[in-house]
């Protein structure tokens, strides 16, 4: 078994064959580029604004206790090419320079994703950081330590979605004048818009400057070659450190040169076992994967660990004799900034309409928390559902410490298919410190469910 990709989803398949197959019945060798393996990419913001103290805090497991767990993981070593038909992958140690073939009867892909990173002018510059990795992060605060002792410490994220408004956050803890610039109409594109103006509006009262319809056009840099503005269709925005929040994409240069299936957002086809789509002995998971959306009915690409591990579990099982699948995603995720809470799961209005759905919203407010009981603040919910049938389609809610994990709520209701109206009667968790006697997804239930019966 030879995996290519040290984090979550490789080595989460690596472990999972191990414990189902002794080293006498499978070798495993592992390839990782760079210096870290199994570790929380999710965590980098939050290590970067020293909520983390420690960059070893992110890391789940050491090379060297998947060595002793007889798995050969080899650090520091790119696999550059791989021949499918020939079932080997050709590798680069990268610290000796020498490059090596070698054979596999069961391959995993775990390439992961890149930053998304335009190629306009002085991008590569000095100052100039993405974030996917814990070498990225590592760079990013060597950077920073080195403006300790200089003038005004302003920094400039790119990109106003999850990574962007994390990184954000990161950069006011560590005392910079910060700046958002946002192409989109409002932060957030994965929230509508309406919601994602609240997001807007929290940014604001942190003292966070957002710049909503600016993209960038390039990055001006200074005689040393370190970054001084970002100019954008907008206007030029001052900065002694970039962040690039603007995404990522799947990493699946490999898998395209070796002819492996992709999809409509570049990752990697899948069946539900994790297999790659016409290879037999060939499994992919993690962010260089597309995923069945089990709402929208389609594929896309969703970055995070907590699929990324689900993949491994599932990769490392088939492989070790055992039985797994993935059966897709209702896109789930959370955020915060400061004490602001984001989350979301299944579809946008732009997402219904995209795949041909009618539907109807209700937006509401209330508290995370019973009103009169002491730090009860405000949350905003807002949820979509299918017309007629009145099955719900999505659920975003923007408000303070206490809101973003009712998310869970309605993720578990869109994977069993529930309609708004039997949503209604869900048997939630109740006492003053927790909610409201009405729980405000529930509030939101029930206006969606009128507005199923009373279409405008």
């Given at each position: 078994?030879?995996?290519?990709?040290?984090?979550?989803?490789?080595?989460s398949?690596?472990?999972?064959?191990?414990?189902?197959?002794?080293?006498?019945?499978?070798?495993?060798?592992?390839?990782?580029?760079?210096?870290?393996?199994?570790?929380?990419?999710?965590?980098?913001?939050?290590?970067?604004?020293?909520?983390?103290?420690?960059?070893?805090?992110?890391?789940?497991?050491?090379?060297?206790e998947?060595?002793?767990?007889?798995?050969?993981?080899?650090?520091?070593?790119?696999v550059?090419?791989?021949?499918?038909?020939?079932?080997?992958?050709?590798?680069?140690?990268?610290?000796s320079?020498?490059?090596?073939?070698?054979?596999?009867?069961?391959l995993?892909?775990?390439?992961?994703?890149?930053?998304v990173?335009?190629?306009?002018?002085?991008?590569?510059?000095?100052?100039?950081?993405?974030?996917?990795?814990?070498?990225?992060?590592?760079?990013?605060?060597?950077?920073?330590?080195?403006?300790?002792?200089?003038?005004?410490?302003r920094?400039?994220?790119?990109?106003a979605?999850?990574?962007?408004?994390?990184?954000?956050?990161?950069?006011?803890?560590?005392?910079?004048?910060v700046?958002?610039?946002?192409?989109?109409?409002q932060?957030?594109?994965?929230?509508?818009?309406?919601?994602?103006?609240?997001?807007?509006?929290?940014?604001?009262?942190?003292?966070?400057?957002?710049?909503?319809?600016?993209?960038?056009?390039?990055?001006?840099?200074?005689?040393?070659?370190?970054?001084?503005?970002?100019?954008?269709?907008?206007?030029?925005?001052?900065?002694?450190?970039?962040?690039?929040?603007?995404?990522?994409e799947?990493?699946?240069?490999l898998?395209?040169?070796?002819?492996?299936?992709?999809?409509?957002?570049?990752?990697?086809?899948?069946?539900?076992?994790?297999?790659?789509?016409?290879?037999?002995?060939?499994?992919?998971?993690?962010?260089?994967?597309?995923?069945?959306?089990?709402?929208?009915?389609?594929?896309?690409?969703?970055?995070?660990?907590?699929?990324?591990?689900?993949?491994?579990?599932?990769?490392?099982?088939?492989?070790?004799?055992g039985?797994?699948?993935?059966p897709?995603?209702?896109?789930?995720?959370?955020?915060?900034?400061?004490?602001?809470?984001?989350?979301?799961?299944?579809?946008?209005?732009?997402?219904?309409?995209?795949?041909?759905?009618?539907?109807?919203?209700?937006?509401?407010?209330?508290?995370?928390?019973?009103?009169?009981?002491?730090?009860?603040?405000?949350?905003?919910?807002?949820?979509i559902?299918?017309?007629?049938t009145?099955?719900?389609?999505?659920?975003?809610?923007?408000?303070?410490?206490?809101?973003?994990?009712?998310?869970?709520?309605?993720?578990?209701?869109?994977?069993?298919?529930?309609?708004?109206?039997?949503?209604?009667?869900?048997?939630?968790?109740?006492?003053?410190?927790?909610?409201?006697?009405?729980?405000p997804?529930?509030?939101?239930?029930?206006?969606?469910?009128?507005?199923?019966?009373?279409?405008?």
């Amino acid at each position: 078994m030879v995996v290519v990709g040290g984090d979550a989803a490789g080595m989460s398949a690596a472990s999972q064959a191990r414990r189902l197959k002794g080293p006498g019945a499978l070798e495993i060798v592992a390839f990782e580029r760079g210096h870290f393996t199994s570790y929380s990419a999710c965590g980098i913001p939050y290590w970067v604004g020293g909520d983390v103290e420690a960059r070893d805090d992110l890391i789940a497991r050491t090379p060297e206790e998947h060595r002793e767990r007889d798995i050969d993981l080899r650090m520091r070593t790119e696999v550059t090419e791989l021949d499918v038909a020939g079932q080997r992958v050709k590798a680069l140690d990268r610290e000796s320079g020498k490059t090596y073939w070698t054979g596999f009867d069961k391959l995993v892909i775990a390439t992961g994703a890149r930053p998304v990173r335009p190629a306009l002018p002085g991008m590569d510059a000095a100052g100039v950081h993405g974030v996917q990795t814990l070498d990225d992060g590592q760079a990013l605060l060597d950077s920073l330590d080195a403006l300790r002792s200089e003038g005004p410490r302003r920094a400039v994220v790119v990109g106003a979605g999850y990574i962007g408004v994390e990184m954000a956050e990161a950069m006011l803890k560590r005392g910079f004048e910060v700046t958002v610039l946002n192409r989109g109409e409002q932060p957030m594109a994965t929230l509508d818009a309406d919601m994602g103006r609240l997001v807007h509006e929290a940014l604001d009262g942190l003292g966070i400057t957002t710049v909503n319809g600016a993209a960038v056009t390039k990055i001006l840099t200074g005689p040393d070659g370190r970054v001084t503005e970002v100019a954008t269709d907008a206007g030029t925005y001052p900065a002694d450190v970039v962040v690039l929040g603007i995404g990522v994409e799947p990493e699946t240069g490999l898998a395209r040169a070796a002819g492996l299936p992709v999809g409509p957002h570049g990752g990697l086809l899948t069946d539900l076992a994790m297999r790659v789509v016409g290879h037999d002995n060939i499994w992919a998971g993690g962010d260089c994967v597309e995923v069945l959306d089990l709402v929208a009915g389609r594929t896309r690409h969703v970055a995070l660990g907590t699929h990324a591990n689900k993949h491994g579990q599932v990769i490392g099982s088939n492989i070790g004799g055992g039985y797994g699948t993935f059966p897709g995603v209702v896109g789930t995720a959370v955020s915060k900034v400061c004490d602001l809470e984001i989350a979301r799961t299944g579809l946008r209005e732009k997402d219904a309409r995209a795949v041909g759905l009618r539907y109807v919203t209700a937006t509401i407010e209330s508290t995370q928390r019973a009103g009169y009981y002491p730090g009860a603040k405000p949350m905003t919910v807002k949820m979509i559902a299918e017309l007629r049938t009145g099955r719900l389609l999505g659920v975003q809610i923007v408000g303070r410490e206490g809101s973003a994990k009712r998310v869970d709520v309605a993720a578990v209701a869109l994977t069993a298919g529930m309609t708004v109206e039997q949503m209604t009667a869900l048997d939630l968790g109740y006492a003053p410190p927790f909610s409201p006697v009405w729980d405000p997804v529930l509030v939101a239930a029930r206006k969606a469910a009128r507005a199923v019966g009373r279409p405008d």
